[in-house]
């Protein structure tokens, strides 16, 4: 994305095309007449077969200006270059790259494939970069500004840093309550044990990936309680029977250790597994979600089942073995911590409990006022279904007038990113991602833009503590640029946030009808009431469906049909003489160029040059397009954006410095008592994922 899409551009001047009696077509024509190849089969020659080719493509500039446009008898042939000018040209463009202040770049994106590995994928890539960048000429060079390894490699060691720091507190506390390094240790080699067999039933039940949803969240506590219930009733009932242990042989003592084990473990299972089910009961819920939920829940619940099932499994067999073989009859000193350390707790909690069994009532009724408490606090305080990854860059929107043209939304974008750069240490890199590509993967009309701010570690922050904070000086910094608005979010969840609601946007409320108008209307009312909104004020936006300035051609049929002509022809001709028509393509080794016919640039100007188009007219003669049409400006509809077949219009609302519930809340609230809407209009909130709603859908 980026740079100028090279074309061969034919320049046709059309006073020399009257001046010569020659239409557009007949150019049109000549070109696409002399720039082809062909095979005329093969010829036999001594035991040799001799392929016939003819070989007619244009190779250069000089062969197009060569090509005659039209013969006569009595005046020498005319060329393409008596009527227009050939040179190399660009297709109009409708989106641009900025970056870091300096004007335009070029931007190459790496798409993945979906279920491939992203960590491969980025890894294979920068191995390609470093090897394309050594064959680049002097001064060219590929700068990475939006690396996802950088968040790959954060979660990551989010991921290991939870199970190894949860492992070795598990194993610490275990040690430490049980009193006896060999119990703790059989204990806590079940936790490697749970943790592989759930890596291998992830890998067997349809792949689920190893990432921060599906392992960060494994609480080793819950999946080692029932091995700890196990563990410490035999460790208790093998020292409580040391006498009648030790009376037998050492090699009679190992059977006696396996019936006690036996015993304790088939009186203790019951209680383990039976917690151990609860939990499992707990994930069915989970499981049952679908779509995007679905998605982003369900590994976790699968991940934590598989180690949970594990764990059952390993205390119906691994643990009474190895607690069998490893436990010995111990004698437990005063001395030993773990002694001190229950003497001490039982010191504090008797009296408590002694207190509590007397004085009944007052203890019910502090557990039922913290009870209402609670239930008060849950009903007010909001809540989110997912809390926001920081991805540690941000994503600003800037919302310009409808109708902006490139070159001024370039220069606006440039501006930003000189202001950021500037004034924020904080900032790294900036780059604007502006319109449409040639290959249009995310479009986008030209006024919008996505200014990608690329930030240093917060540990080289100045201007602000905290991301909200910096978003707002950057807010505050930017008020400079004037009719400009801004939403502020981050490279992926904004992508996410699209997928789910079709919006990018926290809250989206979308306005359906038929009118653009009315949705129009109403949009810019409902985007004026929320504005004062706390939390949601920051990051308003409307989105533009109206107002696009244009050169409207109405067609006057009966001068059309006067004139012999058909409506699809004079579209043709307007298409061609501004955006360009492609009469073929030129071929420069390897790489392709369209090869296009359009009027030269200094006759596509202003309205004067539409209306000054001089139509063909089948009987012969010119007339100007003013003559078969009414040329004016006009305000048209900017984009037309739909839902299941209806139109709509969506009112989006980024929240910062507050709970996404609240917010929702108050602008429903704001809505209900203060927005009209018409007959045939209906509205809809829709909120991205990161909300939980307990009843359902937000229609109102």
Known sequence: MGGFLKQYEVAINTEKLNAMDITSQEVFIALEMNNSISGGSYIEKVNQAYFIRGEGLISSIDDINNIVVKNSDNFPPIYIKDV????????????????????????????MLKDANSKKVIDAVKERVELISKSLPEGVYINAFLDRSELIAKTTFTVSENLILGCLIVIFIVVLLLGSWRSGLVVASVIPLCLLFALSLMYVFGGVDANLMSLGAIDFGIIIDGAVIIVEFIAFEITRKKDEILAFAKADQQHIKDKITINGASKMMNSAVFGQLIILIVFIPILSLSGVEGKMFKPMALTFSFALIGAMILCFTYVPVVASIFLKPSTISDKNISVRLMKWLHKIYEPVIEWALVSKRIVLSIAVLLLSLSIYLYATMGGEFVPTLDEGDFVIQPVLKTGTSLSNTVAITTQIES?????????????????AAEVPTDPMSMEESDVIIVLK?????????????????????????PGM????????????????????????????GDDLDVLTKKGNEIGTLIENVPGGAADVSVEKIAGLPEM????????????????????????????????????EGEKRFDLVLRLDKKNRQDI???????IDVPNGGKIP??????????????KISRDDTRR?????????????????????KLIDDNVELPVGITSHMVVSLKIYRAQGPDYW
């Open 608 to 614: 004067e040059d539409l209306k000054n188009l001089y």
């Open 648 to 668: 709509r219009i969506v009112v989006g609302v980024n929240v910062r410095n507050r709970d996404l519930q609240s917010v929702v809340d108050d602008v429903q």
């Open 625 to 638: 397009l003013s003559e078969l049409a009414e040329i004016t400006y006009q305000k048209g509809a900017a």
């Open 457 to 481: 570690p917060k540990s080289e922050w100045k201007s602000a503590s905290t991301k909200d904070e910096l978003a707002d000086k950057f807010k505050e910094a930017l008020a400079i640029i």
């Open 485 to 512: 608005e801004v939403e502020f979010t981050q490279p992926i969840e904004m992508r996410f946030n699209e997928l789910i609601t079709g919006v990018r946007a926290d809250i989206a409320i979308k306005i359906f």
């Open 84 to 111: 227009a000018t050939v040179d190399y040209g660009s297709a109009p463009r409708f989106g641009a790259i900025t970056g870091n202040g300096e004007g335009e770049k070029v931007l190459g994106q790496v798409m």
């Open 419 to 435: 202001i950021l750069l500037d004034e924020f240490p904080e900032v790294k890199q900036v780059v604007t991602r502006i319109g």
């Open 552 to 587: 409207n051609v109405k067609f006057n049929r009966l001068k059309i049909a006067r004139y012999g002509l058909n409506i699809q022809e004079v579209n043709d001709m307007i298409a061609m003489g501004f955006a360009g028509r492609q009469a073929g393509s030129v071929f």
